[in-house]
């Protein structure tokens, strides 16, 4: 499929919403630890849901099983058996983000896949993987109006152990369809609209936040534009569909133990997860497990997810859980309360701004089960482009990126824009083994970050058969043509 057809069917969705009836507002899955097994297939449906943002009602679409439940929990080592329907009037198809299906099964439209039509139901299944937090989502514009849940995969040690599961999903949420904000972004806003401001969030404040070391990743050169941090604001920013003027309570006990499957599903906003007075440490990225990290702060690029074990007091007491958006007072979060605790407002702009994402936690990650040692058998070197007076994005290199089964691969990326790109890889596992040069036995994870100036190899083993898009999380970024194919030889 060319890029001209991939565009084509990214651009189907968050057109003008039809009159069906609005699904039952999301359970959360923070309220949903019991995984629930059944002979017959998991049953999953694409609808329209109806959710109060700051006082306005909001229709937007929802990934539900029958009970209201959103997403999916499932057990480590069994079947993927899911039977995907759709109660909306438009195409969609939904990608496994964190699991690595044949690629039939994949979720791009047209690769191979046709989109699921309204009223159809197809049936996935394959071998779910091993543990992880994971999600799903479009791979189309309708990821903005929040086409997106939760996919945990639970081991038989996480039943086991002493602690509360509590998932959160983040969002970025606008009330202007997708087709609006990207024309918006390419200066193709309706006569009589205001442009998007791209220079409201440029400059080289927080910078320094990019620096590690002589690390100059993030830096303007002389002559050259600043970076740009966000290139929408969005109305509201959102967590498990709620914002902080009205945020999910979830109830914990005193003295115990939470583990929190955190997933930013924004399209194209960027978090610091801050976790407070709390102890806490980092056990797992992109449902892979580290080696833990002791902190109060945690960066968070669109498409990764962050596992985050914390020890709450035993006196008890309410303890925000926040997502400071980058660059930005904006927040989100959701707040842990124990039995009869104060719950207080919390104001949805922070008193400073969130952090600038860099690497200085990547360069910290180390892998609990890293990859075989193995020299690459094939190397590819990629450079990411990128426009932002015309926005449009590029993937310089990326003509020629085929494969074979069975060899190890390394491909290194390296940011040559002033905006940061979390790079996504389908359909495999990729081992982060350099960052600016410097080799390191780095995190296994399917989304790392590239700030601006900074480049990174990646290593993947390729074994599993496909034409597997290789492309940027931010979807305005993915979508005006920051998306490439590793293609395995053979395949058309």
Not at 412 to 428: D, E, R, V, W
Request: glycine share 12%; aromatic share 6%; charged share 20%.
């Amino acid at each position: 499929m060319k890029r001209r057809d991939f565009l084509n069917g990214l651009m189907v969705g968050a057109a003008a919403l039809g009159t069906s009836a609005a699904l039952r507002p999301m359970r959360s899955l923070a309220q949903d630890s019991a995984v629930k097994t059944s002979p017959a297939p998991r049953r999953l449906s694409v609808g329209y849901r109806t959710i109060d943002i700051k006082g306005r009602s909001a229709r937007v679409f929802g990934l539900v099983q029958p009970d209201g439940t959103s997403g999916l929990a499932l057990d480590a080592g069994t079947e993927f058996d899911v039977a995907l329907s759709s109660s909306i009037d438009e195409p969609t198809l939904i990608h496994w983000h964190g699991l690595t299906p044949p690629w039939a099964a994949d979720g791009v439209p047209d690769n191979p896949a046709a989109l699921l039509r309204p009223s159809e139901t197809r049936r996935y299944t394959f071998p779910v993987g091993a543990g992880g937090t994971h999600w799903m989502h479009a791979h189309t514009l309708q990821e903005q109006n929040l086409l997106a849940a939760p996919l945990i995969v639970r081991t038989a040690d996480d039943l086991k152990r002493d602690e509360q599961e509590v998932v959160v999903l983040l969002h970025d949420f606008s009330f202007l369809p997708a087709e609006e904000l990207l024309g918006k972004l390419k200066g193709n806003a309706a006569p009589g609209a205001m442009p998007m401001d791209h220079g409201a969030m440029r400059g080289m404040g927080g910078m320094q936040h990019m620096m590690s070391g002589n690390d100059m990743a993030g830096m303007a050169m002389p002559g050259a534009a600043a970076m740009d941090l966000n290139d929408i604001d969005y109305d509201a920013y959102l967590a498990n569909d709620r914002t902080l003027d009205d945020p999910e309570v979830v109830k914990v006990e005193k003295g115990g133990r939470v583990r929190l499957r955190i997933i930013n599903g924004a399209t194209a906003t960027a978090f610091t997860i801050d976790i407070g007075g709390l102890s806490g440490e980092l056990i797992a990225v992109d449902g892979q497990g580290i080696e833990p990290i002791v902190g109060t702060s945690f960066p968070v690029a669109m498409g990764q997810r962050l596992d985050i074990r914390v020890s709450l007091p035993g006196e008890g007491g309410a303890f925000p859980i926040l997502a400071l958006r980058e660059g930005a007072v904006d927040r989100t979060g959701i707040v842990l309360a124990t039995a009869g605790a104060d719950v207080r407002r919390i104001p949805a702009a922070g008193d400073a701004k969130g952090p600038v994402l860099g690497l200085d936690l990547e360069q910290r990650l180390r892998p609990i089960g890293p990859f075989a040692s193995r020299a690459a058998d094939r190397r590819f070197e990629l450079s990411l482009t990128g426009d932002m007076a015309a926005y449009t994005w590029g993937i310089d290199g990326a003509d020629g990126l085929v494969v074979k089964r069975g060899e190890r691969i390394e491909v290194t990326i390296a940011n040559a824009s002033m905006m940061a790109h979390p790079m996504h890889l389908h359909g495999h596992h990729f081992q982060v083994v350099a960052i600016n040069g410097t080799p390191i036995a780095g995190a296994v994870r399917d989304t790392v970050l590239l700030p601006p100036m900074a480049s990174v190899v990646l290593a993947f083993d390729a074994d599993n058969p496909g034409r597997w898009p290789l492309h940027c999380h931010h979807l305005y970024h993915m979508a005006t043509g920051m998306m490439a194919y590793v293609t395995y030889d053979g395949i058309g």
